[in-house]
């Protein structure tokens, strides 16, 4: 008795603190962040770190690697170039060569790409008044100056946007739909565009939003945006995907520029399809099938090459295309005194 008088008395064990994430139901609970995939180094001191996400294709199409969180929507920017022009040609429209790599470009502004502009316009009777870009300057630091000191103004045609534009336009004319309203979301052409954009992607478009230019945007995962790109790749000859893919791949310069990582990409590495998107996204696809996306939380597009030359060595790629890419030096005092680099 008095044993057990005296143990019933005793203090009882304490119960764990239960950790702070085992909240009531209901309570939010704070994301997880997405892994860095680049940091900036200054004098050896690394002084700021980028997040994103990022997927890897295997040539079969399955994941290969995975960062992040892939399977939420993004809104791909301009890598969502190639599905318009995709639709452009589903359109009826009957482009090759030099001017269907401009219809899927974002380019720099150099005069041969303003000069095939001006020169669309005029084949289709179209005129440059009806293009319904911001206006801007050349998309290239280089140019812009150049530009700007012949005494020139933002214009619509200089926007990096204008071929893909142009081509819309003249997609509608020979169709004869609306050439006011070519940028509604209900339009004909945009339809079609929601279309090949969901085909490509493998899945539904969660999120249409305004993309810079004033177009739709049509929301993908990166999963679906590596998948859209591996399609392009693979699909048949004489298909409007295929042939929008090697109008890219033989004239890259009219993608991007002259001084641009994908058109290097596009030359040094044969069969490539390469694309970047406005905050920091990039989208590319080997010609076996492999594929990746990627797309870094803040928007800096400082560490697209950094990122990109990591994966693509990851992947078995090796060219000096690669360290061309990933050289993205900081400065101080007008002297190299650090990088951006990949950090996964």
Not at 146 to 171: E, F, I, Q, W
Not at 238 to 264: F, L, N, S
């Amino acid at each position: 008795m008095t044993s057990s008088k005296t143990s019933s008395s005793s203090s009882p064990t304490p119960i764990p603190e239960q950790p702070s994430s085992a909240a009531a139901p209901g309570t939010p609970v704070a994301p997880v962040p997405s892994p860095v995939l680049a940091e900036v180094v200054r004098s050896g001191f690394v002084e700021g770190r980028h997040r994103g996400s990022l997927v890897v294709l295997a040539a079969d199409g399955s994941i290969e690697q995975a960062l992040g969180d892939v399977a939420a929507p993004v809104f791909p920017r301009s890598t969502n170039k190639p599905m318009q022009a995709a639709a452009i040609l589903r359109a009826g429209l009957d482009l090759s060569g030099e001017r269907l790599a401009l219809a899927a470009a974002s380019h720099s502004g150099e005069a041969f790409h303003l000069d095939l502009v001006r020169t669309m316009l005029a084949e289709h009777g179209l005129s440059a008044e009806l293009l319904q870009t911001p206006p801007d300057l050349p998309l290239d630091p280089q140019e812009a100056e150049h530009y700007l000191a012949a005494g020139n103004v933002r214009d619509p045609l200089t926007m990096n946007c204008s071929g893909k534009h142009t081509a819309m336009l003249a997609a509608c004319a020979l169709n004869g739909w609306p050439l006011e309203t070519y940028l509604a979301q209900d339009h004909p052409l945009q339809q079609l565009i929601l279309d090949v954009v969901r085909t490509a992607g493998g899945e539904d478009v969660a999120h249409i939003g305004t993309d810079g230019c004033g177009a739709p945007l049509m929301s993908l995962s990166l999963t679906g945006l590596a998948r859209a790109y591996r399609h392009f790749v693979l699909a048949e000859p004489g298909t409007p995907e295929r042939r929008v893919a090697d109008a890219m791949r033989a004239h890259p310069e009219y993608v991007a520029g002259t001084r641009r990582p994908d058109t290097w990409l596009m030359r040094a590495l044969p069969g490539t399809l390469s694309k970047m998107g406005a905050e920091a996204v990039q989208a590319l696809a080997l010609p076996d099938g492999r594929a990746l996306a990627f797309k870094i939380d803040d928007g800096a597009g400082r560490t697209l090459g950094p990122v990109l030359a990591r994966v693509l060595r990851g992947m078995g790629v090796e060219d000096a295309v690669l360290a061309r890419i990933e050289d993205v030096p900081l400065h101080g005092g007008g002297s190299r005194v650090g990088e951006i680099r990949a950090a996964f």
